[in-house]
């Protein structure tokens, strides 16, 4: 079974949406995907079809890039939601000028609201050199206040490095 708030945590291309796809292996209902990526070029285009890819057949998909709190609030019964991912959502708001602190309390109220089971996928910015521009510290910091806060509240927390899961909070669910 699924914990209530999973929080999956690992760098880019570390193997943490394909981890948070396999926790849903445990959950028999509805599985909702909630994409929070935005395609303004090729790339990020190629990226968002490998994971559509990916996660195969099975997943209601909802595209919302900032807006997300009513997807938790409005979860129907025997659904679990795999929202990926955290940073996308911070990034999205940041670079459309939005309130993030205002956001960020609308998301926590909401996944305490939430009567369905959620994982977030999330990226670990923190291990890096100091970014040498503004807005870049800005969103790090922002960042790291969203982890840890997501962390804090989460039932069961993963760090996923080289596609392996070190479990940091709570207890595994069991994966068949």
Known sequence: MLPKLSFILGGAASGKSAYAESLFAVHAGTRTYLATAQSFDSEMENKISRHQIMRGEGWDTIERPMD????????????????????????????????????????LFALKSCAVPVVIVSNEVGAGIVPAEALSRRFREAQGRLNQQLAAQSDYAALVVAGLPLTLKGTKPEVT
């Open 68 to 107: 997300i709190a009513p997807v938790f609030l409005e979860a129907q019964p025997e659904s679990a939601i795999l929202f990926d991912c955290a940073t996308l959502w911070l990034s999205n708001l940041l670079l459309a000028d939005r309130n993030v602190e205002e956001a960020l309390e609308n998301l």
